[in-house]
């Protein structure tokens, strides 16, 4: 456990300095260019380079030795932000500069996430998963709140140039932490393992682990939905509470999804979790999906604020069940190709989601809940009437629907109880480090 903790506290310093980067580029980005469009194409070149790249990624991260991995990413996106800065001290930084960077991150991150996760059933017993899984899920939280905070103090006295320069300390910090230390070995491959290397030999092992286990399908598809619903609601969410409130609201609203989301890690990196899985997965997934739904039915930011602060709670503890679960159930020898489709498969969701929300919010549920709209009559004596209460029709939808998903597996027996229909994979104690 004392490895995987010096692991974890360099990708915590690391995650935040990239938070400061990515704040502060947006800023840069909307002051220089004022554009929504652009804001939104680098939010796209975050993902669509790593949904290409996962399944090499995957293959590549079971075949090299993990640590270096990390390292190697690490140190291909230190290489990136430095190149940011040069270009930036010289005058010349450009949006296309930064969309080339935020790709390469995004490929570096293809790598380095999935030997991250597959490291760390060599480094933890298989009674602290869950512990661990909550320990890594405390980094999003901290980095939502700190990294806003930050940038916006720092952009002020030190620049992006100066920002940039954080970043890259924090890069070094997590190298020197993957310096000190050493991994297991996986276990030794058996004689179906030891053939000639295929890439997409192995890219079909990966997806065939998933097929030939139902319930690691079920809990692919669930996640595959919950993140589009989530990502959906993500991308009306500024406007939504911006039609209720100012500005300083909706930056107390963010905070406060922070403050739950980091009290949720908190929570999971001490507690081991329910002793069923699923239970953690499917049960916490359903109080996410009702807090959904009150924040489409407010007409209050601060009530939405406190929804979403109780619903942020609860995502640490879903995701923290389910890597718990996925490390137990997947044999450490294809866990990077497995990984790397789960991260794949969910990434994927995002961009669809962002592309069919704008259109139905602009062209069907924002003028149909204005007064004489078509869906006023229907939806107003519950929804209200007026601007933004569209907004809030779409929030409520998506929340019946996540809600759905969550308890369809916890009334269906066989869904309820897949984690014991699948053999572990997970050893019992940690591989002994290798010389």
């Known amino acids: 456990m004392r490895t995987f903790i010096t692991v974890w506290v360099g990708q915590l310093f690391s995650l935040v300095g990239s938070g400061l980067t990515q704040f502060a580029l947006g800023i840069w980005v909307y002051q220089k260019t004022g554009s929504a469009t652009l804001f939104a194409m680098i939010g ?25 991995t990390m390292i190697a990413a690490d140190s291909a996106a230190a290489l990136g932000t430095l190149s940011v800065a040069a270009v930036l001290w010289f005058g010349e930084l450009q949006t296309w500069h930064i969309l080339a960077y935020v790709t390469l991150a995004a490929v570096a991150g293809s790598f380095q996430q ?156 001490t507690w081991a979790g329910p002793t069923r899985k699923t239970l953690g997965v499917f049960g916490f997934g359903t109080a996410i999906s009702l807090s959904m739904m009150v924040v489409g039915l407010a007409e209050s930011a601060w009530v939405v604020g406190v929804a979403l602060c109780i619903g942020m709670f609860f995502l640490p503890l879903v995701n923290a069940s389910s890597q718990a679960l996925w490390q137990q159930k997947t044999d450490p020898g294809v866990q990077g190709r497995v990984f790397a489709l789960r991260r794949m498969v969910a990434l994927a969701a995002i961009p669809i989601a962002y592309l069919t929300a704008g259109p139905l919010a602009d062209y069907v549920f924002a003028p149909g809940m204005n007064p004489g709209g078509a869906l006023a009559d229907a939806l107003g004596p519950l929804f209200g009437v007026g601007p933004g209460r569209g907004y809030g029709v779409m929030f409520a939808i998506t929340g019946v629907l996540a809600t759905a998903t969550s308890l369809v597996p916890l009334l269906i027996p066989a869904w309820r109880n897949l984690e014991d229909r699948l053999p572990d994979a997970m050893p019992d104690a940690p591989v002994p480090v290798a010389g």
Do not use: H
């Open 44 to 68: 796209m070149a975050a993902i669509l380079p790593a949904v290409l790249v996962a399944p090499f990624a995957g293959v590549m991260v079971d075949r090299w030795d993990r640590r270096r």
């Open 114 to 269: 999935p030997a991250y996760q597959a490291s760390i059933t060599l480094l933890v017993p298989k009674e602290m998963l869950s512990r661990a899984a909550g320990m890594v899920q405390l980094g999003e939280p901290m980095s939502s709140i700190l990294a806003p905070v930050l940038a916006g103090a720092l952009f002020g006295t030190i620049g992006l140039a100066g920002i940039l320069g954080v970043d890259v300390v924090t890069f070094l910090i997590a190298m020197a932490a993957l310096a000190l230390v050493r991994f297991p070995a996986p276990p030794p491959k058996s004689k179906a393992e030891d053939e000639p290397p295929s890439m997409r030999r192995e890219m079909r092992e990966g997806w065939q682990f998933i097929a030939q286990r139902p319930g690691l399908v079920i809990l692919l598809v669930f996640f595959c939905v919950l993140n589009f619903v989530f990502a959906f609601s993500n991308a009306l969410f500024v406007p939504y509470v911006l039609s209720m409130a100012n500005e300083a609201t909706l930056g107390l609203i963010m905070s406060a999804a922070g403050v739950g989301g980091l009290a949720g890690g908190v929570l999971a990196s």
